[in-house]
């Protein structure tokens, strides 16, 4: 099991950038093969909705059609951290988003077994 700190998050008006960032803090992250973000709006409050992801091995990047172009994931293995660079961010942007780790290679919710706490991105109109 890996403990996993999200921070970063924050309040900004539409068009600025935001940078997240998940550390994983544990003694050993061997076997997990990827990395990802989710985030839970509002109104939803059941439901956390893909973003990004990473193989933390070989670095393949994957994006949900909502983050393609504005988002970027990156990772620095050496530091067991990962981010998520946010530009042109936009009021439906607005959610708590949540870094997550998994020993499969999937991007989706219920295979992910490692969370971080969330950290609240708001941003105004």
């Known amino acids: 099991q890996v403990t996993l700190v999200e921070s970063g998050g924050g309040l900004v008006q539409a068009g600025g950038s935001l940078r997240l960032s998940c550390a994983a803090t544990?003694?050993?992250?061997?076997?997990?093969?990827?990395m990802a973000w989710f985030r839970q709006a509002p109104e939803k409050e059941r439901e956390r909705e893909f973003v990004?992801?990473?193989?933390?091995?070989?670095?393949?990047?994957y994006y949900a059609d909502s983050a393609k172009g504005r988002f970027t994931i990156s990772r620095d293995s050496t530091k067991n951290t990962m981010y998520l660079q946010m530009n042109s961010l936009r009021p439906e942007d607005t959610a708590v988003y949540f870094c997550?780790?998994?020993?499969?290679?999937?991007?989706?919710?219920?295979?992910?077994?490692?969370w971080g706490q969330g950290t609240q991105v708001t941003v105004s109109s």
């Open positions: 990004a992801a990473i193989g933390w091995v070989d670095g393949t990047t």
């Open positions: 997550a780790a998994t020993r499969i290679h999937v991007n989706v919710p219920e295979w992910y077994g490692d």
């Open positions: 544990t003694l050993s992250f061997n076997g997990y093969l990827r």
